[in-house]
């Protein structure tokens, strides 16, 4: 009896193609169009998907998902701006929302909006109506970091965060990054509601802005590279803090604090409880900043 001829092998995707090749992790043959570079041979595009499944996506140094390499949280932060910055001019209807006001009259002025959303600790108008985050008004620490006098208050901004943004968004993942940013605004707005004249108002991001300052300072350190680029800018900005009027220098100083604050709560928390550390770190910082508000709005109603 005759032995029948050896089978050649094919594909377990394409029937009609031979091959001899087959996945290093389940054996079945492949063709070239269903071949995956794999560390050790080739591997079938079931098994890739598989393994994609199974593993542990990729985390940043300080626990943050590889996804802030695209910087979608810069990106967004930037666009509303923007977009506020188009509703501000919209209430307005008028072109000194644009320029026309302080600094030789690059700066933008008022606009409904800004009154709206800026940050005001008390005032009482002629119609006896009465306004301000002591009066309930709390939404003016959140959306005073959104809010711009003009055009070039918001570029000056917008520029800044574009760069320090992405680096950090980068460095700490999206949610790491975001809560940096919120609580160093938040920082910033509580500041200004704490030391400034309760009647004046105060818009704009360099609150957080200034926060992210401090945290590229705590970031790079701990990772080891070089900071003295970042000192010099930081020293500049500061000194124009001080030296132009009408900036609020208790947000800008403010906002510095509570971003290198976090920062180092993000940086330092130990690997094997990082996430639950940076949680209730965070929060601890929130907690703060709720009972200066408190205390700051029991002051000016006492």
Not at 140 to 160: C, P
């Given at each position: 009896?005759?032995?029948?001829?050896?089978?050649?092998?094919?594909?377990?995707?394409?029937?009609?193609?031979?091959?001899?090749?087959?996945?290093?992790?389940?054996?079945?043959?492949?063709?070239?169009?269903?071949?995956?570079?794999?560390?050790?041979?080739?591997?079938?595009?079931?098994?890739?998907?598989?393994?994609?499944?199974?593993?542990?996506?990729?985390?940043?140094?300080?626990?943050?998902?590889?996804?802030?390499?695209?910087?979608?949280?810069?990106?967004?932060?930037?666009?509303?701006?923007?977009?506020?910055?188009?509703?501000?001019?919209?209430?307005?209807?008028?072109?000194?929302?644009l320029a026309g006001g302080g600094l030789?009259?690059?700066?933008?002025?008022?606009?409904?909006?800004?009154?709206?959303?800026?940050?005001?600790?008390?005032?009482?108008?002629?119609?006896?109506?009465?306004?301000?985050?002591?009066?309930?008004?709390?939404?003016?620490?959140?959306?005073?970091?959104?809010?711009?006098?003009?055009?070039?208050h918001l570029l000056l901004n917008m520029?800044?965060?574009?760069?320090?943004?992405?680096?950090?968004?980068?460095?700490?993942?999206?949610?790491?990054?975001?809560?940096?940013?919120?609580?160093?605004?938040?920082?910033?707005?509580?500041?200004?509601?704490?030391?400034?004249?309760?009647?004046?108002?105060?818009?704009?991001?360099?609150?957080?802005?200034?926060?992210?300052?401090?945290?590229?300072?705590?970031?790079?350190?701990?990772?080891?590279?070089?900071?003295?680029?970042?000192?010099?800018?930081?020293?500049?900005?500061?000194?124009?803090?001080?030296?132009?009027?009408?900036?609020?220098?208790?947000?800008?100083?403010?906002?510095?604090?509570?971003?290198?604050?976090?920062?180092?709560?993000?940086?330092?928390?130990?690997?094997?409880?990082?996430?639950p550390v940076q949680v209730v770190g965070?929060?601890?910082?929130?907690?703060?900043?709720?009972?200066?508000?408190?205390?700051?709005?029991?002051?000016?109603?006492?």
């Amino acid at each position: 009896m005759s032995e029948s001829p050896p089978t050649t092998p094919v594909c377990y995707r394409h029937p009609s193609r031979e091959t001899y090749v087959r996945c290093t992790r389940c054996e079945r043959p492949i063709c070239p169009d269903c071949m995956r570079e794999a560390s050790v041979g080739h591997q079938c595009p079931d098994c890739v998907a598989l393994g994609k499944r199974t593993q542990r996506p990729a985390r940043t140094a300080f626990g943050g998902g590889a996804a802030g390499r695209h910087g979608y949280v810069t990106k967004t932060l930037i666009g509303l701006n923007l977009l506020m910055m188009l509703l501000s001019i919209t209430s307005s209807g008028a072109g000194r929302s644009l320029a026309g006001g302080g600094l030789g009259g690059l700066m933008g002025s008022g606009t409904p909006l800004t009154v709206w959303g800026s940050i005001l600790g008390l005032a009482r108008y002629q119609d006896f109506t009465v306004h301000g985050i002591a009066s309930g008004e709390y939404y003016r620490l959140f959306t005073a970091m959104f809010l711009h006098y003009g055009l070039l208050h918001l570029l000056l901004n917008m520029w800044a965060l574009w760069v320090l943004g992405r680096t950090l968004e980068a460095a700490l993942g999206p949610a790491r990054f975001l809560g940096l940013y919120l609580v160093a605004g938040l920082g910033g707005n509580v500041a200004a509601y704490l030391f400034s004249d309760p009647a004046q108002q105060t818009v704009g991001a360099s609150t957080a802005i200034f926060g992210l300052f401090g945290a590229l300072f705590v970031i790079m350190r701990r990772l080891g590279r070089d900071t003295s680029g970042v000192l010099p800018i930081l020293v500049i900005n500061l000194v124009f803090t001080f030296a132009v009027p009408y900036i609020s220098i208790a947000g800008h100083l403010g906002g510095l604090v509570l971003g290198t604050l976090m920062a180092l709560v993000l940086a330092y928390a130990p690997r094997e409880r990082r996430t639950p550390v940076q949680v209730v770190g965070g929060v601890a910082l929130l907690v703060l900043l709720l009972l200066v508000t408190v205390a700051r709005t029991a002051q000016l109603l006492g």
